[in-house]
């Protein structure tokens, strides 16, 4: 496996406040890569980072070997990385598939936008196979569970064919069945995408991450396998507490 991703000596400074320092961080074209950290870790504020939503103080995140620091969000998006947040964002009055449909639109020139869909096109209907949503295809999105919501935001992902899937807490929220179909989910994407996981279910993340990387304080604290992160006494102290295991 190559870099997909490199991030060296990011610093995000918010008034005063040091979110994240001196942060070095590479992911591997093919992973499935999970980022765990307790609140105020710096989770969060990577992606937004990565994603343009956040510039950094100082530091160079590059995708790919393109420089992604001072692009506009939709020029990262454009270059392959794409991204779900903690709350799901699909239009409740369209069915599935027209968001699904709507999602891979976005490569297309307005006019395309525009023109009436004849038949489905075979990104939408494999993404549609995917996420396991093809009973509901001509229902409305604002009739889905918590978790089918989420799975359809990540097909509206995946049919923009993006390089770069990062996905901010997927299973929040979610009963024990919705949370196993969604580390399903994710490692069928992981196929043939690289996918970054911010996470915080302790059990989600023993089940289906391999290689994790954790951050404290806005510092990268250790990374390696579950075991590893596991058999790390730093991580079971700031993460967990000494009394608790990974």
Sequence with gaps: MSALLEVRGL????????????????LQAGEL?????????????????ITGLTRPASGSVQFAGEELVGKREYRIVRAG??????????????????NLDLAAGFRRRMTGLLRRRHG?????ASALDTIGLGDLADRPAGVLSHGQRQWLEIGMLVVQRPRLLLL?????????????????????????????????????????ASTVTVLHEGRLLCEGTVAEVQADPRVQEVYLGRKERV
């Excluded at 610093?11 to 070095?24: E, K, Q, R, Y």
């Excluded at 890569?33 to 504020?45: S, Y």
């Excluded at 489905?120 to 939408?124: G, K, L, M, R």
């Design 168 to 208: 901010d807490e997927p299973v929040a929220g979610m009963s024990r069945d919705e949370r196993d179909r969604t580390g399903e989910l994710m490692q069928s994407v992981a196929k043939d995408h690289t996918v970054l996981v911010v996470e915080h279910d302790m059990a989600f993340l023993r089940r289906f």
């Design 33 to 49: 890569r999970f980022l765990i950290g307790p609140n105020g870790a710096g989770k969060t504020t990577l992606i937004d980072v």
């Design 120 to 124: 489905i096109s075979d990104d939408v």
């Design 81 to 98: 990385v794409g991204r779900t947040f903690q709350t799901s964002v699909v239009f409740d009055e369209l069915s599935v598939l027209d």
């Design 11 to 26: 610093n995000v400074v918010f008034s005063g406040f040091h979110a994240i320092t001196d942060l070095d961080f590479t």
